[in-house]
T-cell receptor, first 115, second 112 residues
Framework: EPEVTQTPSHQVTQMGQEVILRCVPI?????FYWYRQILGQKVEFLVS????????KSEIFDDQFSVERPDGSNFTLKIRSTKLEDSAMYFC?????????????FGPGTRLTVT | SQKIEQNSEALNIQEGKTATLTCNYT??????LQWYRQDPGRGPVFLLL?????KEKRKERLKVTFDTTLKQSLFHITASQPADSATYLC???????????FGDGTTLTVKP
């Protein structure tokens, strides 16, 4: 069964450093998302991406964040200068297009720890 | 502001019983409502989706109802098993493949 994959599974970085989280969505999907979940809290939407551009973003997704689909398979989230409060699980998700609605498939997540 | 509440943080039931989880929302008119399962340290796993014009959806031992007048969804697991122990999340969507807004989740423990 096709699945969303994410790398790395765990990333430790120092405050102020840049990180890139990588995702490979399901191959025939066209909508892509990043969510995050701070330990013990709810899953929060960050950004959605369709047709090579951001379709929606939340207040959390400020100028320190960016997304890119550099090729036909990868979808990345970059945090330019990490802060302690960026420590969280980051989930990538994708869904198909069509008459819909289509279910959203999540990856296993990347645990980001900022020290 | 939009608010999604899931009935309780934790629900404990005996194996074989039916688990019923509640999702209430305010200041929102979702086109779709989804239920996910999340195990510790893992990503949410899609279970069921129900549209605003549907009253009920079933999948094996799972059943979801959606009442847009009450602004409430009920999620039932019949003949529950210890393997059903997990956190269950409800999520609302306005439609058009937009973002999902999640509730806090209910942690279900099924005791043998």
């Amino acid at each position: 069964e096709p699945e969303v994959t994410q790398t790395p599974s765990h990333q430790v970085t120092q405050m102020g450093q840049e990180v890139i989280l990588r995702c490979v969505p399901i191959s025939n999907h066209l909508y892509f998302y990043w969510y995050r979940q701070i330990l013990g809290q709810k899953v929060e939407f960050l950004v959605s991406f369709y047709n090579n551009e951001i379709s929606e973003k939340s207040e959390i997704f400020d100028d320190q964040f960016s997304v890119e689909r550099p090729d036909g398979s990868n979808f990345t989230l970059k945090i330019r200068s990490t802060k302690l409060e960026d420590s969280a699980m980051y989930f990538c998700a994708s869904r198909n297009q069509g008459l819909g609605p289509y279910e959203q498939y999540f990856g296993p997540g990347t645990r980001l720890t900022v020290t | 502001s939009q608010k999604i509440e899931q009935n309780s943080e934790a629900l404990n039931i005996q194996e074989g019983k039916t688990a019923t989880l509640t999702c209430n929302y305010t200041n929102y008119s979702p086109a779709y409502l989804q239920w996910y399962r999340q195990d510790p340290g893992r990503g949410p796993v899609f279970l069921l989706l129900i549209r605003e014009n549907e009253k009920e959806k079933r999948k094996e031992r799972l059943k979801v109802t959606f009442d847009t007048t009450l602004k409430q969804s009920l999620f039932h697991i019949t003949a529950s098993q210890p393997a059903d122990s997990a956190t269950y999340l409800c999520a609302l969507e306005a439609g058009n493949a937009g973002k999902s807004t999640f509730g806090d989740g209910t942690t279900l423990t099924v005791k043998p």
